[in-house]
């Protein structure tokens, strides 16, 4: 049987329309760390932003749940492997929810159905002629499950994540013929540019792929009894890269979808599996002759005092849910993607993240919000018109040019899948805002300033925060929802709204959204 037999075959355009956002896969052999949670909320913004857009999209995430490290795990806990990865599979599933994260799809790689399509995989592979039994040697980190060529080792013996002693391996495995596909990927990464984002880490791909062979690359291991057994050779079990990567394809099939969905997939990963996902993942699936998926979105990692947040480095434990308790679920979402570009590492810093949030959620958002709603409900009864308001003096259309573009700003860089540009712009767009309010001074409507001068102050920044809290809402849903029901707004694909930026708006109170954190 064909492996696309797994995906639904009808053309109706409810399948063709689905798209997906992943996750990685995430290791399951310890409690989720902050670095999940940041992998996570950059997943879920570009969810939500599509879903924003009118577009129907599902959010897939998932525990990977075979390996060798998990079992010394498990036996170092004094439990079996199946214990183990319950409790620890059940701990990701409960965490999303307190950064107010909630998948469509939580795949577990222990679930029959996966079993079943990764023999498949398998079978097809073998009977394409890609994989054949061999043997290799080579410097293999238990904890990244992963052989790293020489070259990459520090000191020539310690793993570059994990800064632990690598283990030389010696067996029998079996290999997948991965130079077969070195030159198809290398023309899909040279002639469509913006796969891999950022763009630099599609240029050095391209790159090493011009540069040199591919070593064959071993996809089984021999003594390791906790994972899926080779169908034709039960003395073996399946590399768990293979495992984690076709759980993508076992959730897209959950959801009913077509096999071109996949080419409407996105990966959000770290750069340390940009390797699996940029040459592994996408040569399986060229060899089962399936769609490339639509983008890989690479972040940088998280430190404390300059080491990689990891399970396997207790100096680096973070518990995201204290954070998110003290920042607020909105608050951490925000400072995630506000205090550093996608690509860079950063070091979590409680200050700078409550400074951050303040500053631009609380100072220059809900403190606005705040301010023209009052002025709103208390002078003009929670209501103006365009007819009220009347034609716009030269000043207001000037900067209501200059607000509109700012907006198509924040558009395109949530296109461009750049969340840092997106919180810069936004707060750009506020400070102009409050400025603008500032310098207009409504309130001195009770001093003797023209009604309709008041009004249209109050007007545009009506309708700009309403803007802003529909853009702002993939980010910090929790205050965006606030604002926008406090301007009787109803939920919508909004970005498929038609009309221009002005209109009659509703206030229907002015409460303060948020209150001020401290360290």
Request: charge should be negative.
């Amino acid at each position: 049987m064909s492996f696309k037999s797994l995906f639904h075959s009808s053309s109706d355009s409810r399948h063709s329309e689905q798209c997906f956002v992943t996750t990685p896969i995430f290791y399951a052999n310890g409690e989720p760390h902050l670095g999940h949670a940041y992998t996570g909320v950059v997943a879920d913004i570009l969810h939500r932003f599509n879903s924003l857009s009118g577009v129907k999209s599902h959010l897939i995430t998932g525990t990977d749940e075979h390996g060798q490290k998990i079992a010394n795990t498990a036996q170092a806990n004094q439990q079996s492997p199946e214990q183990f990865v319950e409790k620890t599979s059940r701990s990701f599933r409960n965490f999303w929810p307190q950064l107010d994260i909630n998948p469509d799809v939580f795949i577990r790689t222990t679930a029959d159905q996966h079993k079943a399509n990764i023999e498949r995989v398998w079978r097809t592979l073998e009977q394409k002629g890609d994989i054949y039994l061999g043997h290799y040697s080579g410097d293999y980190c238990v904890a990244c499950e992963q052989f790293y060529p020489e070259r990459e080792l520090l000191n020539g013996f310690l793993c570059p994540v994990h800064k632990q002693p690598i283990t030389r391996v010696e067996e029998k495995t079996y290999l997948f013929q991965l130079e077969k596909y070195r030159l198809a990927l290398l023309e899909y990464y040279q002639n469509n540019p913006g796969v891999v984002v950022p763009q630099h880490y599609q240029n050095t791909l391209i790159e090493q792929l011009a540069s040199e062979p591919l070593e064959d690359l071993s996809i089984s291991r021999i003594n390791n009894q906790w994972g899926i057994k080779v169908p034709s050779n039960q003395e073996h079990t399946v590399y768990v890269w293979i495992d984690a990567l076709f759980s993508y394809i076992t959730a897209i099939a959950e959801k009913d979808a077509d096999v071109s969905a996949i080419e409407r997939t996105e990966h959000v990963i770290g750069k340390d599996i940009l390797l699996f996902h940029a040459v592994y993942w996408p040569a399986f699936l060229l060899a089962l002759e399936l769609p490339l998926p639509k983008k890989l979105i690479v972040h940088g990692w998280w430190t404390i005092g300059g080491e990689k947040i990891s399970k396997s480095n207790p100096l680096t434990t973070v518990n995201p849910s204290s954070f998110a308790q003290r920042l607020s679920t909105d608050g951490i979402r925000y400072a995630l993607v506000r205090q550093k570009p996608l690509y860079r590492d950063g070091n979590v810093e409680l200050e700078e993240f409550t400074g951050l949030i303040n500053g631009d959620l609380l100072n220059n958002f809900a403190n606005l919000v705040k301010r023209n709603h009052t002025i709103v409900v208390k002078e003009f009864s929670g209501s103006l018109t365009l007819e009220s308001a009347g034609r716009l003096d030269s000043d207001c259309r000037t900067h209501v040019s200059e607000f509109s573009c700012d907006l198509e700003r924040i558009v395109s860089a949530y296109h461009d899948r750049d969340l840092y540009r997106v919180t810069k712009e936004c707060n750009a767009l506020l400070s102009k805002l409050n400025a603008f309010f500032h310098h207009r001074a409504p309130w001195l409507i009770r001093k003797g300033q023209p009604v309709q001068e008041s009004q249209q102050t109050c007007l545009i920044v009506c309708n700009f925060v309403r803007e802003l809290a529909w853009l702002l809402s993939p980010i910090v849903p929790e205050l965006c929802q606030h604002i926008i029901t406090e301007l009787s707004e109803q939920p919508s694909s909004h970005l498929n709204a038609s009309g221009g930026v002005l209109k009659s708006v509703e206030v229907v109170s002015a409460k303060s959204h948020l209150r001020r954190l401290s360290c």
